[in-house]
């Protein structure tokens, strides 16, 4: 059963950086391997809304406008995880933000992806 399991978010203040975790488990190297992976975000209310986006090959990544130039994604196959790095972070980025990951291309939509994490918060005050 495939399993990926977040961590890294708490409470930071405006400018701060963080680096959010998620480890997949229950598949092996090859099939992680083959998996596009993606972050999304959510707060109370509201959709889940796409952040960013790395490509199975981890060639080619994508980012939602208000996030570019300040978060990078990064997939690494060795330990079947993705990171997503955010820095210079401001009260807007306050959300749950969930790991997600597909078999099919890289897509914005969250109905692409088959598997998704529990969420990690991350609260950013002024």
């Known amino acids: 059963q495939v399993q990926l399991v977040e961590s890294g978010g708490r409470l930071v203040q405006a400018g701060d950086s963080l680096r959010l975790s998620c480890v997949v488990s229950g598949v092996s190297r090859g099939t992680f391997s083959s998996y596009t992976m993606a972050w999304f975000r959510q707060t109370p209310g509201n959709e889940r809304v796409f952040v960013a986006v790395i490509t199975w090959s981890g060639d080619k990544t994508f980012y939602t406008e208000s996030v570019k130039g300040r978060f990078t994604i990064s997939k690494h196959n060795a330990n079947q995880s993705v990171i997503l790095q955010m820095n210079n972070l401001t009260p807007e980025d306050t959300a749950l933000y969930y790991c997600?990951?597909?078999?099919?291309?890289?897509?914005?939509?969250?109905?692409?992806?088959?598997?998704w994490g529990q969420g990690t918060q991350v609260t950013v005050s002024s």
């Open positions: 997600a990951a597909t078999l099919r291309r890289s897509s914005w939509d969250p109905t692409v992806y088959d598997h």
